[in-house]
């Protein structure tokens, strides 16, 4: 059992110091924050509400790519593709009449048997040359959204029902929001359990120096595969649940656009890390936001600033994504534990 001292927590066994939630004091926050997280929908508006689920949506995307680029370090710029994939299959299996939780899953898994072919070419390529072959992977199954029509719906885009739980439809911001909020908790908690299970700890041996990996008897090229997989599913999962959130998709949301705003928010959250993840999905999500209420803010001093600020969206988020990796190169979640390890000891932190 651990115990908690004025020098923090004491460990007596590997097993232990391995818990996600090692202190009574870390389980009970947890358990008051997502108990005040549920409940949130009975006490903000609408709008608020659709972010939220927004979040949801980028946590399950940006926890599953900080598995593969993140934790096993292979460069992926095809996950916005990968989404559409799972969005497209759970539209179309549905429409086919497969009810929503058997679609979801059935699509999560047919992202992950795409997403392992067009991981195949890691175990010869590494670095820049993997990102751009996933790049050509970004590129090829966007060409398949636009030109499938009898699958995709082509140019046109696709309409998607909405999901059903015991006869009634989930088709509101706030019955939807608990459906995220469900698959958000799940995707986390699956990818941090499995970071400290054997293949977890064979992701981080390879990211790191994948000679040594090698030596050690780890199987490069399956490890690779399966972290192609496990990311691809739950990218599937949250191409799922944005098409039936959205209600109607087209091949513009699954650009290399939304690649690089995801490779963006495991970047500024952390690489490597869950926390960091979910840190850097709000972030983003958060960002246009955040440059709305700027420009309300100063549309008495500035009327035009709304324009010029809309204009410069992309160049304001290359901004802030270079000064991250100048000023913040370990993310959010670094700056996290620094504050924790400053008040751990408080007043004699150093």
């Not at 009970?28 to 939220?52: A, E, K, N, Q, R």
């Not at 439809?169 to 986390?188: G, P, R, V």
């Not at 370990?330 to 700056?335: A, F, I, Q, S």
């Amino acid at each position: 059992m651990s115990k908690a001292n004025k020098c923090g927590l004491f460990f007596t066994s590997y097993a232990q110091e391995a818990q996600i939630f090692p202190s009574k004091f870390q389980k009970f926050c947890l358990g008051l924050f997502l108990v005040s997280l549920s409940l949130s929908p009975y006490f903000l508006d609408t709008y608020l509400i659709s972010l939220l689920n927004l979040i949801f949506i980028a946590v399950i995307g940006a926890v599953s790519l900080n598995l593969l680029t993140g934790c096993c370090g292979q460069i992926s710029l095809g996950h916005g593709a990968f989404i559409g994939v799972g969005a497209y299959a759970t539209a179309y299996l549905m429409q086919l009449g497969i009810s929503f939780w058997l679609a979801l899953p059935l699509a999560g898994l047919i992202t992950a048997v795409i997403g392992m072919i067009f991981g195949i070419p890691s175990l010869r390529l590494k670095g820049i040359y993997l990102a751009i072959a996933t790049l050509a992977a970004q590129i090829i199954l966007e060409y398949i959204f636009l030109h499938w029509d009898a699958v995709t719906g082509g140019s046109n885009g696709m309409a998607v029902d909405s999901p059903q739980l015991f006869g009634l439809y989930i088709d509101n911001d706030i019955s939807m929001f608990y459906l995220l909020f469900f698959f958000a908790i799940i995707t986390t908690l699956a990818i941090t359990n499995l970071l400290r299970t054997k293949p977890g700890r064979a992701f981080v041996a390879i990211r790191d120096f994948y000679l040594s990996a090698e030596i050690m008897g780890i199987n490069l090229f399956g490890y690779k595969l399966m972290a192609f997989g496990v990311s691809s599913f739950f990218a599937g999962l949250a191409g799922g649940l944005w098409a039936t959130y959205s209600m109607y998709i087209t091949p513009e949301q699954f650009s290399i656009g939304l690649s690089i705003t995801y490779l963006a928010m495991i970047i500024i959250g952390g690489m490597g890390s869950v926390l960091g993840s979910i840190m850097g999905a709000v972030f983003i999500t958060l960002l246009p936001e955040g440059l709305a209420w700027i420009a309300g803010s100063l549309s008495d001093v500035y009327p035009n600033i709304s324009t010029y600020l809309l204009g410069m969206k992309e160049g304001v988020f290359g901004l802030i994504l270079i000064l991250f990796l100048i000023f913040e190169p370990e993310g959010l979640v670094h700056r996290w534990r620094l504050i924790k390890a400053y008040w751990k000891l408080y007043p004699f932190a150093h």
